[in-house]
């Protein structure tokens, strides 16, 4: 069993005094190579496969450039041990001037990961899932038929549950919807004519879901003429599709929608025009934004009322009605900005202002606005008056939010588990929410949602290993089912079952993303993460802290994400900061615990910084939350104690701002050398 | 439970029946009040358009001496004081800067203000804490009126602090309901009397007077009742300058809802001052 | 900038607005205004300052917070006004009746701790806060309150007329 | 199965992703040096708050964490995609059902197999590059780019030989050549993306005259190298109008509404109140459309003092020292003249110019502006290629774009493959 240590010279730039490297950290168990180029260069591999290495440290460039080709150059020479990667080379070579302290600073943190390899344990197998070809739809409007409609043709067979007697949602009311020019039922019924195996259950609600990626276990309740029906389904799957709902605004009082029978809601509306009605009104005013870009009720823009309430408009003024809207902002976007020039054309009058009073004479609308782009406030009389209500999430979003254990926003939509690239995965792996569920959202929007879902659930389901990652393991017996570990997990991937020897925490490994939250938080120790386990942490700080021979030490905890990508590009960058910050990376600052910051002080380390990502930005949702609640706690902890409080702090930055990033290592170096030096064991 | 009062400036002066009558019913009803001592004006709308930051003083001084009187409630019968008192008091209780902020003025004084006064409408009062049935219990002689509530802005306005929808207010209904009287509905409940321009701009503030009065009685009311001494004193006391200026017969009696509540209490016309209402010569019961 | 000054002392930021123009339609002294309050916002956003501080509307609303109440945006276009007349002052660019109103409550204020209403409409009526055809108009009036015996020239003085001057002179210079 | 990414921007990324993860191989092919598209110029984006950067793509099935920066995503070296960057498609062949395609590569004089990215070739480097908004050697590398290999610009080289003394793994070839290759795949995807619509033939807003008048995308770049205050072309920066709706919404030229330049607009003006609060910013709308939940970004950049002017500028005059706009403000039916020191026009956005060519070998119909229309069975449109989007939109629409070429059948193969991959990635602890 040996370790063996690979070293890149990187044509010249990661310029040490090897020969002493080489001593210092040699022994019988480790054997030291010094070698050029690793990443393109075969040569050194298969010479490290000759030398029959059990583990490996890798000291070259950023493990985020090469990791992969460290992995794959393993893999030609048919070398496979778990290996770690110390970058010398953006966090070292391109940043420090002082050769000497470099030096140190190098062999430090290649003998601490050394350490920290030796305690690595082969991973365990767990069993595996068969996945059936179940997958559970919440909601039969647009977005989940047409995911049903996908599903199917991958080979699956979905269920879909509504709470509703009648399925299709808020679209099956529109008379004709943007782009597709038919009228909303026609385009459902062109979705739902080619479902064959999909089982749609109406009347229907989700009353528990137990489980886990894979194998969830969900109980359906379903109510029709006073008899109950409930339900069992194994699906791996879940899809949130419970869409959206028009809001009646009673609330807003003086326009007296509930009370005067001719001022009606857009969808109302609709409605009336899908029947094909005779709208007997001769003067229609539109009001648009009622309820929504309101800060008292709904601050978001509904986005789709002006779309549907031009369509009705120029149908209404085709059949030769008078009709007036009323808007702050037309967001016709994208191409239907044709319907606005249409409805300009067909001389449908807009007015920008908002219907501030409304009194009703003999059927007669009596309407005060001010026309803000004439500055004067007009009576208009109208026979009916259209409120283009904000759109809003169903309440029983609530309830299905507990059931499912999935946070909502706070519109009360389902939150995401990430905005801008993860828009329909949730914090829980293999639950997916499409279309309005997340927000007001196109009919476009909703199918490509449903196509996307239906992708990620083909690769997700039909591969094998739906492991992520070695996932972290809690020890039954150490266990106090204390529940900690349940709250902080970010993915909600801990269960707490009922044993013999009272309640115990356990992981589903399926849903667990590896960041360490639960480590970090376990007052017993119960929790690991190989790799990361308390005792390796703590033997990695110890060893870091008091092999660098320095001055002024830094530990510096840096995750493994925005963290470390702006550490990089410091590099990339070369500027140039203090030798001090020795880097301790991690998977994510939920992984770091108090046990670990103080560790670093008591090993002689002058000062502790965290570097994490941007708020609301934690690729794992929750630690940099975590880590700001902790630096909180230590500082409050030092300062009880007569230690400079100053000496722990936290950073979030991103890639793009590692500027704001250099000027803190810079600032905070400068305030640990005003500091007196930290006697440990004070 | 202490219940405290701050009468407020009109209601020491022009509009005293006001007072007289809220403590006369008050009474009928076992309720009891404490005056706020030495209690200053709340600066109404004048003071906060010359220094704002001096408006919040003046009641933040109100409040400290409330709290340090041991009060727990105040009743504002102004709806201009309530409206002043009740804001102020809103503000210190939900943000803690603007607390510190005012707490470092009063220091200068010797006071302190910790937000632990609940200032309230007689009103709101009536209707949320003391109960409505209670009141029904207490009539003595129901009055068979339809009566128009007229609610004016600053009671149920701005939204932080207002007792229910500024839009379609029912509280004082209720109380006339209650007394035997039959609310009517019109548009102008809670439609500006123009109180705070009455004397800068009178001739804007007339035509709004007229409005209210207009529509009270094109809605068949024989009786308006106010809980606002500005709002009583446009209605009533400008009211033969209205009717002047239109040339419309749109006169109606004007009552304080604690005239009607005292006189279905059975309290007499002399007790409730109502004969100092410059309409109190129309009012028939 | 007249639009930091105004957050400043109100607490409103009149950039925040989306000039719907919800407050304009609702606000009942509309009729006399130069301008709405939409559009004095608007004067305010754009940076006409002096249009602003000149315009009657300031000076007619009538603090019924209807605009408050129903702004989509949660601003307060009273409170704006309130600050908008601070400063106003403080430039001495007011309305002779104003000018009388609001001086005369001040001197009530620091002088008694309370208004006393009678005083306080003689001393208006002396300093010009009332115009001539209005004096004339209220004559009768006045007859009538005097029989009613609603006038009293009582005047009512509170103890800590020293402590509100005091706060006075401690918040006088807050608006610049 | 075999599949063709064209396009390597972010919708291309995120298709070859999602393909490479279920198995499939794939061949990017993009025309630039290096992948990442618009998004490697944007630096920061919508819609997280505080905003997030824009190097940012969905990580692989065997990588951890949710998303990763383009340079360290790896893609470089996963096994199933194959990356031609600097190359073009020059034909398209049907045979039996499947396509032949012919790639040329220009020359990058660097060779991507041997470059290790020591940057010692750009410390030598004599030749010293200054464009408008950023500085660079004649051998450049792309921070964010994707592959991390140098990039020498032929152009500016003066071939002194410098970096080939110092490339210790003779990376460097000065007397490259361009190549031709030819790829057998089975199905195509089009992610050829949207660009911004040079202005210069609107005279009145003297896009192209005068150097202080410029568009969003050129702000993005400038504000990517900034760290204190806003400096344009030596001229510090106190004054900024953006105008909306520059030759989008003009039945002239763009009939449609480009719908994100509200919002990057909206973006730049937070992103420049937060550098220095300082700066007057002035947005010349229409209609603000920050649609859905972007509301938030209106509602914040009016809260932060960012001032917004309903109408359009007539005309631009330039002055020695500052520019002058003239534009009516609509909500007071008045003429205003603004003194400002810079212009940043929110252009239209349009279809690449690259994309017709693909789009004409492939036989996809497109509109009048030259966005796609329909696609086939074989060919899918991803992304900005058929309509422009935000982001998650899409991100959304490449993953969707991959949907109709999964098989249900997973071959043994492809399941030894995933196998393999994921245990790699069991073995490593550095994260």
Known sequence: MSIGVIICRCNGVIDLDFDKLRDEISDNDVKVFVRNAICIDKEPWSELKKNNISKLVIAACSPQFHERTFRNMLKNVTLSVPFSIVNLKEHVAFVHRDKKLSYEKSKAMIKATIEKMKNIKEETIVEEIKPNKNVLIIGAGVSGLKVAECLERLGFEPIIIEKNERIGGIIERLPKIYPY?????????????????????????????????????????????????????????????????????????????????????????????????????????????????????????????????????????????EVFIGYMDIRTIWKAEELFNEARKLGIKFIRGKVANVTEKNGVLKLSVENTLENVVEDIEVDLLVLSSALKAPDTNKDLSQILDVELDEHNFFKKLYYKLREIETRKRGIYVIGSSTGPKSIEDCIIEAKATAKKIATEVFLPRLRPRAPSVIDEKLCIGCQICYK??????????????????????????????????????????EGYTTEQMLQYIETLIKEAKMDKKIATFVCYECGYAALDMIGIKRLKYSESYLIIPVPCLARVGMLDIFKALSSGADGVLLIGCLENGCHYLKGNEYATYLVGICKDILDAIGVEKERIDIIKVTNADYYKLYEKLVEFHKKIISLPKLEVGK | ??????????????????????????????????????????????????????????????????????????????????????????????????????????????????????????????????????????????????????????????????????????????????????????????????????????????????????????????????????????????????????????????????QLLGLSLGLNEKDLALDKNLTYEMIKL | MLASQVQKISGENPLACYQCGNCTGSCPMEFVMDYGPRRLIHLLQIGYDDEVLKSNTIWICASCYNCTYRCPRKI????????????????????????????????????????????????????????????????????????????????????????????????????? | MKIVVIGGGLSGLQASIELADHGYDVIIVEKEPYLGGNALYLHKYFPSYPLDCSYCIQSCRDSTGIRKCFYRSGIHSIENIKIYTLSEIKDIKEENGRFKIEIIKRPRYVDENRCVNCKRCEDVCPVTIQDNYSKRKAIYINDQGIPPVYTIDIKSCKKCGKCLEVCQTNAINLDDNEKIFEEIVDRIIVATGFEEYKPYDIIEYKYGKSSFVITQFELAKILSQQKKGLIVNGRKINRVLMIQCVASRDVRRFKYCSKICCLYALKHAIMLKELDNEIDIYIAFMDIR??????????????????????????????????????????????????????????ALVPNKSSLKIFKLLGIETDEYGFAYEDSKIVSISGTASQIRDVPETIKSSISSTLKFLDPIITEEIKKRREEAVMMMYKTFTC
């Open chain 1, 181 to 321: 020019n038919v009228s909303g039922k026609e385009f459902l019924n062109n979705i739902i004519k080619n479902l064959r195996k999909t089982k749609i259950i109406t009347n229907a609600e989700v009353s528990s879901v137990l489980g886990k990626f894979g194998n969830y276990s969900v109980t359906v309740i379903r109510r029709e003429n006073n008899t109950i029906e409930i339900m069992n389904f194994r699906v791996p799957c879940i899809i949130i599709a419970t869409g959206i709902e028009e809001w009646k605004p009673f609330d807003i009082t003086y326009l007296k929608y509930g009370r005067v029978p001719n001022v009606i809601t857009q969808l109302e509306l609709s409605e009336k025009l899908m029947r094909n009605e005779d709208i007997k009104a001769n003067r229609i005013f539109m009001q648009l934004c009622v309820g929504s870009r309101d800060e008292k009720f709904y601050n978001y823009c509904s986005k789709m009322c002006c779309i549907y309430t031009l369509e009705n408009a120029i149908e209404l003024r085709k059949r030769g009605k």
């Open chain 3, 76 to 176: 307060s276009f009273t409170r704006m006004a309130f600050a908008l007349k601070n400063i106003a002052m403080k430039k001495n660019i007011i309305p002779k009746k104003c000018k009388a109103f609001y001086e005369t409550f001040l001197k009530h204020v620091l002088n008694y701790g309370r208004l006393n209403e009678s005083l306080f409409i003689n001393e208006l009526v002396l300093k010009g806060g009332k115009d001539f055809s209005e004096i004339v108009r209220d004559i009768n009036l006045g007859i009538k309150l005097w029989r009613k015996g609603k006038l009293k020239m009582k005047i009512s003085k509170i103890d800590g007329v020293k402590d509100i001057v005091k706060l006075y002179n401690l918040t006088k210079d807050v608006i610049k």
């Open chain 2, 1 to 258: 439970m202490k219940l405290g009062l701050y009468p407020g400036c009109s209601l020491e002066g022009l509009e005293n029946s006001y007072l007289v009558s809220l403590v006369k019913s008050f009474e009928a009803l076992g309720i009891n009040l404490e005056e706020i001592k030495d209690w200053n004006c709340c600066g109404a709308t004048a003071i906060p358009s010359i220094n704002v930051e001096f408006s919040y003083l003046l009641v933040a001084r109100n409040l400290a001496l409330a709290e340090n009187s041991g009060l727990n409630i105040v009743i504002t019968p102004c709806s201009e004081c309530y409206n002043r008192l009740a804001y102020v008091n809103y503000k210190i209780k939900n943000d803690e800067a603007f607390k510190n902020r005012i707490n470092n003025y009063l220091k200068e004084i010797g006071l302190r203000y910790d937000g632990n006064v609940e200032v309230k409408h007689p009103v709101d009062f009536l209707v949320k804490s003391f109960g409505i049935d209670k009141i029904k219990q207490k009539v003595k002689k129901p009055i068979n009126k339809r009566v128009a509530s007229y609610y004016g802005c600053l009671f149920v306005r701005p939204r932080e602090i207002s007792i229910e929808s500024a839009e379609n207010p029912r509280t004082m209904d209720q109380i006339v309901e209650a007394i035997g009287g039959k609310p009517v509905n019109y548009g102008f409940k809670t439609k500006c009397c123009g109180a705070s321009i009455i004397i800068t701009r009178s001739d804007a503030a007339l035509k709004l007077i007229r409005n209210i009065l207009k529509s009270c009685k094109d809605n068949g009311a024989e009786l308006i009742v106010t809980s606002c001494p500005l709002c009583h004193s446009n209605l009533d006391m400008q009211q033969e300058i209205v009717v002047k200026t239109f040339n419309e017969d749109i006169k109606i009696p004007v009552l304080y809802f604690t």
């Open chain 4, 290 to 347: 920050s649609y859905g939940l972007y509301e938030f970004w209106y509602s914040k950049a009016r809260e932060l003092g960012v001032k917004f002017i309903r109408g359009r500028p007539g005309s631009i005059e330039e002055h020695e020292k500052h520019l002058k706009v003239y534009v009516e403000n609509t909500l007071e039916q008045k003429l205003q003249e603004i003194d400002v020191d810079l212009v940043v026009l929110s252009s």
């Open chain 1, 488 to 529: 902080v997990c970010p993915h909600r991937a801990i269960e707490m079952i009922i044993t013999g020897d009272g309640e115990k925490a356990r992981v589903l490994v399926e849903n667990c993303k590896s960041c360490g939250a639960c480590v970090a938080n376990c007052p017993t120790g119960a929790a690991q993460l």
